[in-house]
């Protein structure tokens, strides 16, 4: 019961534009950066929709400028921040290209967007409580020998950890980003690795704690005996058992939204 809380994480739609190019406060005042802020959210938006894909070069500076009726400096702003974020590549002289977003940026992107809107746990609890027993059944189906010895060492390791708190924390996230990977789904190990990795600090206060450590250690085991045994009705209640105690425990605790 280890990772009860938030601390620092891609969201859709309009989340999506607002993780990618949220201006700062600064800029909200500077006429041009708004208007640069308007161009990258109307070119994030065609991106999504699909009028503008993956290897599409992107109207020349002259032409961007003319239909949104900037100047050609806000356009450049536009296109480097575009540029900064992985969402498009320059060509030499030959204007800018859509790439491909690499799964390291959108994760980072969640990441940030979680800590920025300083979300409650009872939201992070919810998607976890879906996303995450799902996995653990795919888990206790899908599992090879080597994923199980995989999972059996990051067990070792946290129940050998009794006040060794960072090295007890990284077998927690080990043990959880194990099934996620087993589970084949890239989707799934996006939002979920986002999660595991805003948790850390918390999971480290929790296991500070005699009883928190010893449920982690005790439930993680109950998720891995059913993984082992193929269980995947059991795993699915394993985990969703562990993540309601997390939760639980976050609530009796008081924790805050996001530390």
Known sequence: MSDAGIDSSQPNGRHEEAALSAPSPSRRTDPDARRSDDV???LLRRIREGSLRTGDKLPNERDLATEFGVSRPVIREAISHLTGRGVVSPRGGSGSTVTAVAPERAQEALVLYLRDNRLDYRSIHEVRELIESHAAGVAAVRASPADVEALQQSMRTLRESPGHLAAAADADVAFHSI??????????ELILSSLHTSLVTVRRHNLALPSAYKEAVRSHQAILDAIVEGDETGARVAMSAHLSAVFQYWQETNQPEVP
Not at 179 to 188: H, K, L, Q, W
């Open 40 to 42: 990258v959210r109307n």
């Open 179 to 188: 099934i996620t990977r087993i589970t084949g789904n890239e989707v799934i």
